[in-house]
């Protein structure tokens, strides 16, 4: 068993990582992070953490204190600048569930993020892990961002066979994926009964589409009055390629992403609280464009459900373990 200390545990992507480890089948949870509730039992984060079976949950201790008791895996679910503060552990695996360490170059910081990278010599030293995609590697790994996620699913096996400047990434999320921390923004009487753009022009996760894809997309998220889930809707034209082909191809052998049937819709509710993503092909008859569709919990697959399966990668484990495939029929 590996022993997985849990940085910002208190936090939305903090508290879905801690479901996935109390359900892995070789992790050992060692260490429970978060400042607000050092000192306190498991159960004031929720009462449920304290009935019988998880009653040998660790008491709460400062992320400081998590981050450095030498677990064999560190799961960092800080702010971006929290987390670029950090001085990785000495040992062990690190997923780094913010944004703090998926760009190698410095200044990506000080333009999307807003706030100038305190470690700038070590941004090199982390891997991208996008297991589809970008296969972690090293010790250090930076978990990709749920919107990024979702638009790399679905174009990144088309990128050498579609137009560059042509891409639209057009993408919708729920409330979670804005953090647990409180704005206006977030209110709910302005996100009930609306749907907003945001950041349009400027959101963080663009350079990392970019980045991965060897070029920019043009990319407007949305915030959606739910509580989890996004939907990403990506505009492209092909060079000429079957683009279904290729994403078929891509994904035969995955059993955590799926490329649904002709005519069928990717859907938001089958991917809430599962660790899957659902991909979607369709002809646009009139402009002779393709649209692919990606869906995926924003805490699932684009947080919590990724930096798990990163880890299962790097140790050997089945890809699959303590991850939530099935979902729910209703």
């Not at 200044?107 to 982390?126: C, K, N, R, T």
């Not at 599962?274 to 692919?292: C, K, N, P, Q, S």
Request: aromatic share 6%.
């Amino acid at each position: 068993m590996a022993t997985v200390a849990i940085a910002g545990a208190s936090g939305y992507a903090g508290q879905e990582t801690l479901d996935r480890v109390l359900a892995h089948p070789a992790l050992e949870l060692y260490a429970l992070g978060s400042d607000s509730l050092a000192g306190q039992a498991a159960h004031a984060l929720d009462p449920r953490l304290g009935r019988n079976g998880w009653s040998r949950i660790p008491r709460f201790i400062t992320n400081e204190a998590a981050l450095s008791c030498g677990a064999d895996v560190t799961f960092v679910c800080l702010s971006h600048q929290e987390a670029a503060r950090l001085v990785p552990p000495a040992r062990g695996v690190v997923v780094d569930l913010s944004g703090a360490h998926r760009f190698a170059d410095p200044e990506v910081y000080s333009a999307w993020y807003g706030f100038e990278h305190p470690a700038p010599d070590d941004l090199g030293s982390w891997s991208y892990g996008l297991p589809e995609v970008s296969p972690p590697t090293g010790r250090l790994i930076a978990n990709p961002g749920c919107y990024a996620t979702a638009a790399l699913l679905a174009l990144a096996p088309l990128a050498g066979e579609i137009e560059r400047e042509a891409v639209v990434v057009d993408a919708k999320s729920g409330m979670t994926g804005a953090g647990r921390s409180l704005a206006a923004s977030s209110h709910a009487g302005v996100v009930l009964e609306n749907v907003t753009a945001y950041r349009v022009g400027e959101h963080q996760h663009a350079p990392e589409m970019a980045l991965l894809l060897g070029f920019p997309v043009t990319f407007v998220p949305h915030l959606l009055p739910v509580r989890r889930g996004l939907l990403a809707t990506c505009f492209v034209r092909s060079r000429g390629a079957d683009l279904r082909a290729l994403l078929e191809d891509h994904y035969e052998a995955s059993h955590v992403v799926t490329v649904l049937p002709e005519g069928v819709v990717p859907d938001l509710a089958r991917m809430q609280q599962t660790d899957g993503a659902e991909i979607g092909v369709f002809e646009d008859r009139l402009t002779g464009g393709v649209i692919v569709i990606c869906a995926l919990d924003n805490l699932g697959k684009g947080a919590a459900g990724q930096a798990v399966q990163n880890v299962n990668l790097l140790f050997g484990l089945d890809e699959t373990a303590g991850l939530r495939l099935s979902g729910v029929l209703v």
